[in-house]
C-alpha cells in the first residue's frame, strides 16, 4: 500500500496540511506483515491461497474483504520516541469487511509517530456472504493470536510486554472488548511461543463499538478508553454509557467521551472537524494519564 502521506494529498493541500498538523515531524521506518499463523490459521485450512479482495470506495478508501491468512502489519515508531508501548488496530466494516485507511493505516501512522508501535490487524470475517468464520470463534481467535504474537516477540519488536493494548472501531471495537473480557492465559510448555502468553491487552480503546449483550466486565478487565458520538445508533452510544458504568461498578478504570453532533464511522480522517478530529490527541493524553507513555 502506498504511504498514508501520499494518499491523502489526493485530496488537495488543505488537507495535507491538516495531516502535518495531527502528525510530529520524523519518518518511521516502512511498515512489514507477519502472517499470524505462518503454516496456515486453524479453520482456515484449504483456504489460505484465496486472494483477498481490495475495492476502493467513493471517498477512495481500501475496503479488503475475503481474508483467509490474518496478518499484522507493524509501524514501528522512531527509536527516540518510542515509548515502549504498542497498540493492536483493529479496523471495522460490520464483520464483512475491513476499511483499512481511516481506522487502520492513518491509525497506524498516527501512533508510531508519537512513540507507540502500532500492529494493523487483518482478521477474518465473520458475517460476510457463505462466510465458514464466527466472530467468538475465528475473529476473537484472530484477535487473542495477535495480542500474544506481539508481546512473545516484544524483545525484538522492541515493546514492553506489559503495555500492549487493542484500538478498534465500531465491528473492530466489538473484537477488541471480545478480547479484553474473554483473554486466555499462556500455556508455558507450548512448543509455539506466542502460545506461550497471556492474549489479554494490557488496556483497550473502543471507538464507536458493537457491543455485545453479555459484558463480563470485572475489576480485572483491562482500563477502556470509550467514545463515539451521540448521533450514532442508540445501541452504541447508550451502549457504551452503559459499559462505563458496568466498569466502574465493577471496579475497573474507564473514561467516556461522547460527542454531541458526531455520528459513526469517524475513524482518523484529515478532513474531521470539532470533537472528532481531536480523538487521536484525547487518546494519547489518556494514554500518558494511565503512565503507559512513560519513556524507558
Known amino acids: 500500500m502506498p504511504a498514508a502521506a501520499s494518499r491523502i494529498t489526493r485530496g488537495g493541500f488543505r488537507v495535507a496540511v491538516l495531516w502535518l498538523l495531527l502528525c510530529p515531524a520524523g519518518?518511521?521506518?516502512?511498515?512489514?506483515?507477519?502472517?499470524?499463523?505462518?503454516?496456515?490459521?486453524?479453520?482456515?485450512?484449504g483456504r489460505s491461497a484465496e486472494k483477498e479482495t481490495v475495492r476502493i470506495s467513493e471517498r477512495g478508501d481500501h475496503v479488503v474483504s475475503n481474508v483467509h491468512s490474518p496478518s499484522l502489519t507493524w509501524y514501528a515508531p522512531q527509536r527516540e520516541q518510542a515509548t515502549g508501548a504498542a497498540i493492536v488496530v483493529i479496523p471495522g466494516g460490520a464483520h464483512t469487511e475491513l476499511w483499512m485507511d481511516h481506522e487502520g493505516y492513518r491509525v497506524a501512522e498516527f501512533l508510531a509517530a508519537h512513540g507507540i508501535a502500532a500492529f494493523i490487524l487483518k482478521y477474518r470475517l465473520a458475517h460476510q456472504l457463505r462466510s465458514s468464520y464466527s466472530v467468538e470463534g475465528d475473529e476473537l481467535a484472530d484477535a487473542r493470536r495477535a495480542?500474544?504474537?506481539?508481546?512473545?516477540?516484544?524483545?525484538?519488536?522492541?515493546?514492553?510486554?506489559?503495555?500492549?493494548?487493542?484500538?478498534?472501531?465500531?465491528?473492530?471495537?466489538?473484537l477488541a472488548f471480545l478480547a479484553s473480557t474473554r483473554y486466555e492465559d499462556g500455556e508455558p510448555t507450548a512448543a509455539d511461543p506466542a502460545s506461550r502468553v497471556s492474549s489479554r491487552p494490557d488496556f483497550q480503546a473502543l471507538l464507536y463499538p458493537a457491543i455485545p449483550a453479555d459484558l463480563r466486565v470485572t475489576a480485572a478487565t483491562p482500563p477502556a478508553f470509550l467514545l463515539c458520538g451521540a448521533d450514532d445508533q442508540a445501541s452504541i452510544s447508550s451502549g457504551l454509557a452503559e459499559l462505563y458504568l458496568a466498569m466502574r461498578r465493577a471496579g475497573a478504570k474507564a473514561e467516556l467521551h461522547i460527542y454531541d453532533g458526531v455520528g459513526h464511522g469517524f475513524g482518523l480522517r484529515a478532513d474531521n472537524v470539532g470533537p472528532s478530529a481531536a480523538w487521536p490527541q484525547r487518546l494519547v493524553d489518556w494514554l500518558d494519564q494511565q503512565g503507559l507513555m512513560k519513556r524507558p
Not at 147 to 174: C, H, T
Open 27 to 45: 519518518q518511521a521506518a516502512d511498515p512489514q506483515t507477519f502472517l499470524l499463523w505462518p503454516n496456515g490459521a486453524p479453520g482456515s485450512e
Open 147 to 174: 495480542i500474544r504474537l506481539v508481546r512473545s516477540r516484544a524483545l525484538e519488536w522492541q515493546v514492553n510486554p506489559k503495555r500492549i493494548g487493542v484500538l478498534g472501531f465500531s465491528a473492530g471495537g466489538e
